[in-house]
């Protein structure tokens, strides 16, 4: 017989969901992060779970208003890395506009929205546009301690 080894610790954790590409589906995408976040031992109401939550928000109601394609869901994932506290967040659509974070926009302070991005840009210490398996992208964006 040989020795047992040890089993390494999990050093990253990962969820992932689809949603509907509706409003009622950002909204539970929203709730679920800070759900998971918590299960991972970041709090409720701490600086990182409320930025995440608003990150997650900004994110899935672009997802919705902006790439959503008639019967397709869009998907909510997030990895957190527990050994710097770095959460990325991650929506993926079947969509393929994709915005620049090269030129976010400034918003028009007369409209009711446009303001997203400048939202995403301010909180996540980076974000960017990458590509999916299949039609769209994915939209991420980091937030935690060591991502500054």
């Not at 509706?22 to 709090?43: E, F, M, N, S």
Request: charged share 20%; hydrophobic share 45%; glycine share 10%.
């Amino acid at each position: 017989m040989t020795a047992l080894q040890a089993q390494p610790h999990v050093t990253v954790s990962v969820f992932v969901q689809r949603c509907s590409a509706t409003r009622l589906g950002a909204t539970l995408a929203r709730r679920l992060a800070v759900w998971k976040l918590d299960v991972w031992g970041i709090p409720y109401g701490t600086q990182l779970s409320d930025t995440v939550a608003l990150l997650v928000a900004e994110l899935a109601a672009n997802s919705v208003l902006h790439g959503r394609v008639p019967g397709r869901d869009f998907e909510l994932r997030l990895a957190y890395a527990h050994g710097t506290g770095v959460v990325r967040v991650e929506i993926s659509d079947t969509h393929e506009a994709r915005p620049d974070p090269a030129a976010v926009p400034t918003a028009d302070p007369e409209a009711d929205g446009g303001r997203g991005l400048l939202i995403v840009e301010a909180l996540a210490a980076r974000w960017g546009v990458s590509d999916r398996l299949g039609p769209g992208k994915t939209v991420w964006a980091e937030a935690g301690p060591a991502a500054r």
